[in-house]
């Protein structure tokens, strides 16, 4: 594939995963408003099934990422990223008209079976771009997930104060679109003799374990990346509570800062990375990137003064840097045979750590509050934390390896 038909290829993906990205933004504000309808308003019996909801579908999609990565790599990406799509629209009908919680918890099963929608995309990334405009591409689908989560929680917020189920019947309508627009428009970009067989030994996570096994320097890059996703989730899961502790914000002025973050992420991702990591190679870039991040964490947890605040999620936008740098490093790595199964490895490690993070960082906050205000950035300092043991793993995965060269090939 090449000239038109990639760039095509490649708005049609970065379509596919902003609209995907909406129609889950949108959902984010009204879901704990059914749950809360569902458990007789008891806010206590909400917030744990909450949490069961959010457990369920990490669990779900931490075993079937590798397997619909894998069907990627024997079927192709077209029709696994179309089903997975046409799923997610079912996922929305069913929470639509879940009568209790243990539909809306099917349609979590649901949406954990199909988030090929999300891993294989990059996948279809890496088939179509040259491997030195990969990080680009890469940012250029992460600024896709931060323009969905900038419109989507604000639609589903007006949305949902006309009925609460209309923002997933909204969801519903923008995914199934995205399915009929991709059986019309979708290229398939695996061509029949890049595929691979298909085997139920590989498709899992201990499957996932036996692939990275074939590259010992990816080890490394891999606890990286456990580490970088365990560190993230402390702003979406506290930082509510951190702001209405520490400053005093409303919801309103929360708002305001997530909308910061997304604003941020979406310029550093789709402007900023491909220059950086052209500029300084692979390995300094996801040096950069970590660095970064370890910063702006830190300044979350000890800020004295808002504006300190502000000036970690200016940091924090260009701490995306390091997961474009290190998925271009494993991509090129990999066989053209196995991107497939290294994006369904990647989403099932992430999947893993959604399952631990609540119990994390809401743990870090109550103990954080309850010796003082002033530590209601535990959380973050946590996150701050486990990006400085993140540190030597990357230097350990990247020794002797120059700033734009891929890692060793496997053994």
Excluded at 13 to 21: A, G, K, N, R
Excluded at 193 to 220: D, V
Aim: net charge positive; with cysteine; charged share 10%.
């Amino acid at each position: 594939m090449s000239g038109g038909p990639r760039r095509a290829a490649l708005a049609f993906i970065l379509v596919t995963v902003t609209l995907d990205m909406l129609a889950f933004g949108i959902v984010i504000p009204v879901l704990p408003r059914l749950v809360l309808d569902f458990t007789g308003g008891t806010a206590t019996s909400a917030a744990w099934w909450q949490g069961v909801s959010g457990t369920v579908f990490a669990v779900i999609q931490f075993f079937f990422a590798p397997v619909l990565g894998a069907l990627s790599d024997r079927f192709g990406r077209r029709p696994v990223i179309l089903l997975s799509t046409f799923g997610l629209s079912l996922d929305y009908a069913v929470i639509a008209l879940a009568p209790n919680l243990w539909w809306l918890l099917a349609g979590r099963v649901i949406a954990g079976f199909c988030s090929a929608s999300i891993s294989v995309p990059s996948a279809y990334i890496a088939d179509v771009t040259p491997p030195d405009d990969r990080a680009a591409a890469f940012g250029a689908i992460g600024a896709a997930f931060g323009v969905g989560f900038i419109l989507g929680p604000f639609i589903g917020a007006q949305a949902g104060s006309v009925d609460p189920r209309l923002p997933f019947w909204i969801a519903g309508a923008l995914t199934l679109a995205n399915f009929a627009y991709g059986l019309f428009v979708l290229p398939e970009s695996l061509p029949p003799e890049r595929r691979a067989p298909f085997e139920w030994l590989k498709a899992n996570p201990i499957g996932s374990a036996m692939l990275i096994r074939q590259y010992p320097a990816l080890w490394a890059l891999f606890a990286v990346s456990v580490l970088s996703y365990l560190a993230h989730d402390s702003l979406p899961h506290t930082f509510y509570l951190y702001g209405n502790t520490r400053f005093g914000w409303d919801q309103r002025m929360v708002g305001y800062a997530l909308v910061a973050v997304g604003v941020t992420s979406v310029i550093v991702q789709a402007g900023a990375i491909g220059p950086i990591v052209k500029a300084l190679g692979e390995k300094r870039a996801l040096y950069f990137g970590m660095g970064a991040g370890l910063a702006s964490f830190a300044l979350y947890g000890v800020a004295w003064a808002q504006w300190l605040v502000f000036a970690a999620i200016a940091l924090g936008g260009l701490w995306g840097v390091w997961s474009a740098a290190a998925q271009t490093i494993l991509s090129k790595t990999f066989a053209a045979t196995e991107q497939g199964r290294l994006q369904g490895a990647l989403a099932s490690v992430r999947a893993a750590c959604q399952v631990f993070t609540p119990a994390i960082f809401n743990g870090a906050f109550a103990l954080g509050v309850r010796v003082d205000a002033h530590w209601a950035g535990a959380p973050m300092l946590v996150s701050a934390a486990l990006l400085a043991l993140a540190v030597p793993f990357a230097v350990a995965a990247t020794r002797g390896v120059d700033g734009a060269s891929a890692l060793p090939e496997a053994t």
